[in-house]
């Protein structure tokens, strides 16, 4: 006899494909990146407004706070700001490492071709910009900070594209997702090699082992994530002594995050439909086959998702909620001055975003399809592109997390302005763009409705 239709819950919700498993977190990584450009934007104009009010003093003097440990001779204290960039953005940067793991493999990224273009794009996008900095620093104090100018913020640049709801082709919105993922991890390798102290190679040897250890435990089958938190910190606190900056740490253990996944959708059903054929009962009691069978359940649950989706999933929200916004009002406190603006670092920041990023984008985007190597969507349009590249000068977070490695004092103050100046011309001549090149009203967002898959 046939199973009755009405009793299969599967026909009560739409078929889902293969590629529901690409475009869901996908759709749910815009939403959470187009909330946090709001609250991030928010951050930002609150650091400015105490940094030029009465409370200056005691606003920028709040970050220099020291904080750590003493106990004898042996101290590890860093300012509070310092414990911020360091500490917290690690989490940002292995967030960023796991949503690269993912785009690699499971996402835009799997495809060689596409791929290509998004990399061709974002190398360009740091390529052009930093020569023109080098260009207008040749000789000068500030000729240090090229790498201030090479990353593009995805938080605010997919917060402008939301304003601009369906006007946008979501080719676009997947095209600079990709391109900002590639251009973070391309300023996390300038970082580590341009902006790191002497290296102590047996710190840096032991930081090693560690990378290797998880790796071993990865092979191993190890699931307890407090150990992997407690490796994790020993590898943070070697990279650290190294004399690399210790949030190359985020990267390398993002990077190395499994994408498969423990438990399979068949013997996750298996596993409850056993809980579900046991005889009702009021409690579970502690050593029956009942209970054995309630936390294996309970493991297969979470162990059906791949490690990479579910630490993403649990983190992204903090990070684009709480460690970005700490950052902003950490880092983005500008004092304003008249000379600050004909400041030449302000200028060349200003220059290197403004027009070398749409630039290198662009042109590198073209040089990839011309050589064969690349292929556009067919939506991407090139008046699309151009508008994304300009969106590519909004250099918020990797761009201020650079010029504190790179400058101090006035120096600093000055690559601050020429960041915030820049990323809001970039951001309004985009947007613009944009506008002209889609007319007409716009429609509601296509994520509002997860029509983004």
Known sequence: MGQDP??????????????????????????????????????????????????????????????????????????LRDWINDTLMTLFFFVVALELKRELVLGE?????????????????????????????????????????????????????????????????????????????????????????????????????GLAAVYG?????????????????GIWLTIDASGIHPTVTGVALGLMTPTRRWVSDLRLRAILEKILSSPPADYWSGGTEDRRALRAAGTASREALSPVERLETTLHPWVAFGIMPLFALANAGVPFSSHAFADPITLAVVVGFIFGKPIGVVGFSWLALRLGLATRPAELRWGALIGGGMLAGIGFTMALFIADLAFQGQLLQAAKLGILVASVISAASGLTLLVWLGGGPPRPPLIAHGAAE
């Open 217 to 233: 435990m990865t092979i191993l089958g190890v699931r307890n994530l407090q150990l992997y938190i407690l490796v994790g910190i």
């Open 109 to 209: 990224l799997r495809e060689p071709r596409v791929a290509i273009l998004s990399v061709a794009a974002a190398a360009g996008g740091m390529l052009v910009p930093a020569g023109l900095f080098l260009m207008l620093q040749s000789g000068q104090p500030g000729v240090h900070g090229w790498g201030t100018v090479m990353a593009t913020d995805t938080a605010l640049v997919i917060g402008c594209l939301a304003l601009l709801g369906a006007r946008v082709p979501q080719g676009l919105r997947v095209f600079l997702l990709s391109l900002a993922v590639v251009d973070d991890i391309g300023a996390i390798l300038v970082v580590a090699i341009g902006y790191s102290d002497a290296i102590n190679r047996m710190a840096l040897a032991l930081g090693g082992v």
């Open 6 to 79: 009405k009793s299969d819950v599967r026909l009560h919700r739409l078929p889902r494909e293969a590629i529901d498993r690409v475009t869901a977190p996908l759709a749910r990584f815009l939403r959470i990146e187009a909330a946090s450009g709001a609250i991030l934007l928010l951050a930002i104009a609150v650091a400015l407004a105490l940094a030029n009010s009465r409370w200056a003093h005691g606003y920028l003097g709040l970050w220099e706070t020291p904080l750590g440990i003493r106990a004898g001779v042996f101290e590890f204290q860093r300012p």
